[in-house]
């Protein structure tokens, strides 16, 4: 069965500081890795890996995938208190039917 | 005008009840999904259709139905509803075909109660 693990599953930090969330992941015939942001509602899209090494970056928000070592960061830097939220990780795997797995999030809390 | 849209937002009921949510997205895409998310904030999928077709159905009890009248439409029927069934249940679309196409877009959810 596909797994998906994050840590930490919850994280405090002051207005400013710099955050690394981490994915690993184990899935048979891997395809991509994607980055969500929930807050109150529904999951909004970040980001989508599919290649080693490269980085995504989208303002104070970067990500990147090491498909050797399964894993993933997404870092947050000089956050914000809008960037509270729950940030899920979830993987692709092979086969024809686009399923998503998902892991079980990190709440982050950023404090004024 | 908002992509995929569920209906109702909230749904409060009591057991034994049969209820049934719906979705539609204004993507063009032609897979939608329904997931569930626990009170301990954990999504998991539940189905999927493309292009009117089941394609993913994970071990959800019968009494989780979907249906598919259009690719743009996926309802969720609930027969004999149970405590374990609060949640909120999120639906789901994407465009099928290779990775980069597989990002999945959500509605605002529906967040069931069941008394």
């Known amino acids: 069965e596909d797994k998906v693990v994050q840590s930490p599953l919850s994280l405090v930090v002051h207005e400013g500081d710099t955050v690394t969330l981490n994915c690993s992941y184990e899935?048979?015939?891997?395809?991509?890795l994607l980055w969500y942001k929930q807050e109150k509602k529904a999951p909004t899209f970040l980001f989508m890996l599919t290649s080693s090494g490269i980085e995504k970056k989208s303002g104070r928000l970067s990500s990147i995938l090491d498909k050797k070592e399964l894993f993933s960061i997404l870092n947050i830097t000089a956050t914000q208190t809008g960037d509270s939220a729950i940030y899920l990780c979830a993987v692709r795997s092979g086969g024809s039917n686009y399923k998503l797995t998902f892991g079980k999030g990190t709440l982050l809390t950023v404090n004024p | 005008d908002t992509a995929v849209s569920q209906t109702p937002k909230y749904l409060v009921t009591q057991m034994g009840n049969d209820k049934s949510i719906k979705c539609e997205q204004n993507?063009?895409?032609?897979?939608m999904y329904w997931y569930k998310q626990d009170s301990k904030k954990f999504l998991k999928i539940m189905f999927s259709y493309n292009n009117k077709e089941l394609i993913i159905n994970e071990t959800v009890p019968n009494r989780f139905s979907p249906k598919s009248p259009d690719k743009a439409h996926l309802n969720l029927h609930i027969n004999s509803l149970e405590l374990g069934d609060s949640a909120v249940y999120f639906c789901?679309?994407?465009?099928?075909?290779?990775?980069?196409?597989?990002?999945?877009?959500f509605g605002a959810g529906t967040r069931l109660s069941v008394l």
């Open positions: 789901a679309s994407s465009q099928g075909g290779g990775a980069a196409k597989n990002i999945q877009y």
């Open positions: 993507l063009g895409h032609d897979t």
């Open positions: 899935v048979t015939n891997f395809r991509s």
